[in-house]
């Protein structure tokens, strides 16, 4: 098996979970007094910034205010957002943002064959927890050897600091590894990282520029939404399989020098 490990994006691409994010936002804004509210068409814009502080800090530099007042907001990014974390948590773990379909799928695939499982995300681990948690059950957390996730990196996506901080927990060189993503920030992480990439649009990046991907699907399919057309023709049938995906892989890989 020329694939020794998926390396899974989390928001837009295990779930679709950014409207969660946004209402998130949204209600901790009013929790701290503040008079913003993202509508979807200004937080699809908003999205183009990765990680949910660096958004906040990119929304208030926008906004026409005197610099002190700016600087005041700003000294307040932290507070916001363990707010807005707290808040995503609990819409989570009530359920709000099913996998996507798939992924379920595939992972159990991955396990059953021995391919080991990581994830390289933009948000926070609490978020994640929380997510894997709803959706896969409490001990679901240990089936992904490495997490990758949030601050632990200085430079988020579109840099590849974050896949390269999952390979090395891995111990595994890009060229062994298959990296899943939503958005084009996100590929362009996994592809300056060296990754093999396999782009499921969510419905946030829908119309981005993903020339580039190695694979680009609506979905991994699965019975209740199976592929079609050229996805089905590209992924070899109505779901991506691990056994279709390590065939693609080899064929990709550079012939060995
Ligand atoms: C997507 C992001 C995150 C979320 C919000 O992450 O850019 O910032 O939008 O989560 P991924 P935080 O790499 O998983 O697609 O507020 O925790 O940043
Ligand atoms: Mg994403």
């Not at 958004?55 to 600087?71: C, D, F, N, Q, T």
């Not at 590929?187 to 580039?212: I, M, N």
């Amino acid at each position: 098996m020329s694939i020794k490990a998926l390396i899974f994006d989390v928001d837009g691409t295990i779930a679709d979970t950014e409207e969660t994010h946004r209402q998130s936002f949204n209600a901790a804004f009013l929790e701290h007094d503040l008079h913003w509210d993202w509508s979807r068409g200004e937080y699809a814009e908003l999205l183009r910034t990765s990680g949910g502080k660096e958004r906040i800090g990119v929304y208030i530099e926008s906004l026409r205010l005197e610099p002190a007042e700016k600087a005041r907001l700003k000294a307040m990014v932290q507070l916001i957002h363990g707010s807005k974390t707290r808040i995503y948590g609990e819409l989570i773990a009530d359920g709000r943002a099913p996998l996507r379909p798939g992924v379920a799928r595939l992972i159990g695939e991955a396990r059953a064959a021995g391919v080991r499982l990581a994830i390289a995300s933009t948000t926070t681990s609490a978020n994640i927890s929380a997510l894997i948690g709803a959706q896969f059950g409490a001990g679901a957390w240990n089936w992904f050897e490495a997490l990758a996730c949030g601050d632990v990196v200085a430079n988020k996506k579109p840099a590849p600091d974050i896949y390269a901080r999952a390979l090395g927990m891995l111990r595994l060189p890009a060229a062994d590894c298959v990296a899943f993503e939503d958005s084009v920030n996100g590929l362009r992480s996994a592809k300056a990282a060296g990754l093999y990439t396999v782009v499921t649009p969510a419905v946030w990046s829908a119309g981005q520029d993903f020339s580039g991907a190695d694979l680009l699907l609506r979905s991994l399919g699965d019975a209740a939404m199976p592929l079609q057309g050229g996805d089905a023709w590209l992924a070899g049938g109505p779901q991506l399989t691990l056994a279709r995906l390590q065939q693609l892989h080899a064929a990709a890989r550079p012939a060995a020098a």
